[in-house]
């Protein structure tokens, strides 16, 4: 179907779908979490609170085609929800705190976990991306592709 409407496959992943030597993904994905370079694991990924490095300096891959775009945003919100929400629904079934208490307990406790998650789990979304050949880590060119005609 693809071939009839004159669009290229995009291919994923390593040698079980593109023929290519498999990246170790879960390394990648450490590596990334610990603001490392996903190839080496010896090179700083970020330069900034969230902005990567173009390069590795240690092993020289190439960083600064990635495309995280505000995907670990998401996962951040959906991870401190989850633990917030959690703590808050135990801790009000288990004592009478004030509203005011709530405020001083969550808010704080939201914005620093928030903070605190980001970098890391961008670097872990680099990491997937490098592992996964996605988005130039593969070497080819990142294009938007057109709609096929209806």
Known sequence: MARQLQMEDQVFGGELHSGR???????????????????????????????????????????????????????????????????????????????????????PLTILLAVALLQPVKGAVIGLQWALYMHGFGGEKDVIESHPEA
């Open 21 to 107: 030597v498999a990246r170790p993904l879960w390394t990648a994905i450490k590596r990334g979490m610990l603001g490392r370079c996903p190839h080496c694991g010896e090179g700083k990924l970020f330069r900034g609170f969230t902005k990567s490095v173009d390069a590795c300096a240690v092993c020289g891959e190439e960083l600064h085609h990635h495309r995280a775009d505000d995907l670990p945003a998401y996962l951040v919100i959906v991870i401190v929800g989850h633990i917030v929400l959690g703590a808050f629904m135990g801790v009000e079934s288990t004592s009478t705190l004030s509203t005011w208490q709530h405020i001083a307990i969550w808010v």
